[in-house]
């Protein structure tokens, strides 16, 4: 009688530790869906609203090199197009040196020819994504920005660039969206050089993931489209998530 009770108790004690595991590991695989899921929402968000400004630049671009040049009209349509798109502001350069601005934006000896938003931009024939870039305001205070830029073109024949300029406060919008519990950063980085373009920790932006973690981990988050890595850092178990944008090449990416 004494071992049959005996046996009772230790079934019935086996029986709730495994309900109780079975719990935590549903509870786990809950948490990693709703990772997963909430990522890939605000991917679509974030990839929604890039989108939509290079809609709105790329009709820009077509319509500026479908008329003649004057400079108040060209400023006119890209002021309009300015507000519409929601960015700081809007510019054009020229192939022979000459550089309109939304801002009335100006220094001497500035040669739109020079500017990484301008030669990247020729050279990819398309719209590209380029930064960060950096240029002092009035005040004298430091402005990191990126750029959407499209080519101008008049009879198939590129003749400058049209840009706006994106700063990274905008993006941050759409990061903080991201409501989750326990997570360590929340950041999107550049996936060619690994730079970190907007984080909720601003402390890393502008770093690079390479730096921060290693190098292998940078690579290891380029692998594939949709990523759960584990990974030691600091002699501590982490769990990165990361998504491929499609309109830019930008990874967002979730460490928990």
């Not at 939509?52 to 400023?75: A, C, H, R």
């Not at 402390?203 to 290693?214: A, C, G, P, R």
């Amino acid at each position: 009688m004494f071992k049959k009770r005996n046996s009772l108790y230790f079934f019935i004690i086996f029986l709730i530790t495994t309900i109780f595991i079975l719990q935590y590991l549903q509870i786990r695989e809950d948490q990693k869906k709703q990772i997963i899921q909430s990522l890939k929402n605000q991917s679509l968000k974030l990839d929604a609203w890039l989108l939509k400004k290079k809609n709105f630049l790329e009709k820009l671009s077509k319509d500026l090199g479908n008329m003649d040049y004057d400079k108040e009209t060209y400023l006119d349509l890209m002021k309009e197009t300015n507000k519409k798109m929601g960015t700081n502001s809007i510019f054009s350069g020229f192939k022979n040196g000459e550089y309109i601005d939304t801002q009335g934006y100006w220094i001497d000896n500035f040669d739109p020819r020079k500017r990484p938003w301008y030669i990247e931009t020729l050279q990819n024939k398309e719209t590209t994504f380029s930064g960060p870039m950096y240029y002092n305001d009035i005040s004298g205070q430091r402005i990191v920005w990126w750029a959407i830029s499209s080519v101008l073109s008049k009879d198939n024949k590129p003749f400058g660039v049209v840009s706006s300029e994106i700063l990274p406060d905008m993006i941050i919008e759409h990061l903080k969206d991201i409501q989750l519990d326990d997570l360590e950063h929340i950041f999107l980085f550049h996936k060619k050089t690994g730079i970190i373009i907007s984080a909720i920790n601003r402390d890393i932006e502008l770093k690079h993931v390479q730096d921060i973690y290693s190098m292998k981990i940078f690579e290891d988050f380029l692998k594939t489209k949709e990523t759960k890595i584990k990974f030691k850092y600091k002699n501590q178990s982490k769990t990165a998530y990361t998504f491929h944008l499609t309109e830019a090449p930008w990874i967002l990416c979730i460490i928990k």
